[in-house]
T-cell receptor, first 109, second 116 residues
Framework: GQNIDQPTEMTATEGAIVQINCTYQTSGFNGLFWYQQHAGEAPTFLSYNVLDGLEEKGRFSSFLSRSKGYSYLLLKELQMKDSASYLCASMDSNYQLIWGAGTKLIIKP | ETGVTQTPRHLVMGMTNKKSLKCEQHLGHNAMYWYKQSAKKPLELMFVYNFKEQTENNSVPSRFSPECPNSSHLFLHLHTLQPEDSALYLC???????????????FGPGTRLTVL
């Protein structure tokens, strides 16, 4: 079966760095997406990885290892507004996104 | 209007009611999606339309009926729903469904549905 695993909840301190891990098993692979979702709002696109390695975009970076079925989202210089759920999704061979349940990130002052 | 819009934002309905959710995308995309989001569960894909043609129906009960009159508009018609159908219903669109970054999905704000 197809499956995405990510931690349910994480807590970090304002100004610090946090890494949110995601492992995936999908039928085929056409890329790995990360989305941010604030409570009561729509998911918003953060990053897309299809090749191995690290993609940096400002304070956020995303890493992919296809051989390990593994990705992580790295958030630096955490701000209170980064408190949100972070959704990992893998695109399978039918171009369908398989979603994780999301990681709720709590930022403390 | 920009991006993806959805109306209504909140909806309360009885089990015998009939209502419709509306989604409109202003991005010039070719694919549109309906998702159901329940608390602490992964997003559940319900329907996919690509160039106005329905390409996927993920075993969704017939009390949910989609309609895509053109590539910018998507409706979800609801009738005789059950309390367990209460959830956030999200619409999304993407440029393509061909693999790659153009498959990135952009979401509307959702309709919070409560079935009494």
């Amino acid at each position: 079966g197809q499956n995405i695993d990510q931690p349910t909840e994480m807590t970090a301190t304002e100004g610090a760095i946090v890494q949110i891990n995601c492992t995936y098993q999908t039928s085929g692979f056409n890329g790995l997406f990360w989305y941010q979702q604030h409570a009561g709002e729509a998911p918003t696109f953060l990053s897309y990885n299809v090749l191995d390695g690290l993609e940096e975009k400002g304070r956020f970076s995303s890493f992919l290892s296809r051989s390990k079925g593994y990705s992580y989202l790295l958030l630096k210089e955490l701000q209170m507004k980064d408190s949100a759920s972070y959704l990992c999704a893998s695109m399978d061979s039918n171009y369908q996104l398989i979603w994780g349940a999301g990681t709720k990130l709590i930022i403390k002052p | 209007e920009t991006g993806v819009t959805q109306t209504p934002r909140h909806l309360v309905m009885g089990m015998t009611n009939k209502k419709s959710l509306k989604c409109e995308q202003h991005l010039g995309h070719n694919a549109m999606y309906w998702y159901k989001q329940s608390a602490k569960k992964p997003l559940e894909l319900m329907f996919v339309y690509n160039f106005k043609e329905q390409t996927e129906n993920n075993s969704v009960p017939s009390r949910f009926s989609p309609e895509c009159p053109n590539s910018s508009h998507l409706f979800l018609h609801l009738h005789t729903l059950q309390p367990e159908d209460s959830a956030l219903y999200l619409c999304a669109s993407s440029q393509d469904r061909a693999g790659g970054p153009t498959d990135t999905q952009y979401f509307g704000p959702g309709t919070r549905l409560t079935v009494l």
